[in-house]
Nanobody, 121 residues
């Protein structure tokens, strides 16, 4: 059973930075998604379990960086130049099957509990 534990959310001013962490019970392709109140969950970033290939949503490209430490089975989301519209609950997700640069939430098999990120303007 895949287990994911997130940490690192909080309150930050616009223009600031936060780093989210997601500790997994194994080595998987991972993704980050977010959901703001009244909206659908949306893709943020994903990274392969092998060669570090990564993809980003256009809304975060150039500001967010997804990375991983395979020795710790941990994935990170470094968020810089945060904007009020980045406010959401952020979820990490694991894909246990072959990864194709998955950007849809239904392509992931396990989810973390979510961590709130609030950006004040």
């Amino acid at each position: 059973q895949v287990q994911l534990v997130e940490s690192g959310g909080g309150l930050v001013q616009a223009g600031g930075s936060l780093r989210l962490s997601c500790a997994a019970s194994g080595r998987y392709a991972m993704g980050w998604f977010r959901q703001a109140p009244g909206t659908e969950r949306e893709f943020v970033a994903t990274i392969s379990s092998t060669d570090g290939t990564r993809y980003y949503a256009d809304s975060v490209k150039g500001r967010f960086t997804i990375s991983r430490d395979n020795a710790k089975n941990t994935v990170y989301l470094q968020m810089n130049s945060l904007k009020a519209e980045d406010t959401a609950v952020y979820y990490c997700a694991a894909r246990t099957r072959r990864w194709y640069g998955s950007t849809r939430d239904y392509e992931y098999d396990a989810w973390g509990q979510g961590t709130q990120v609030t950006v004040s303007s």
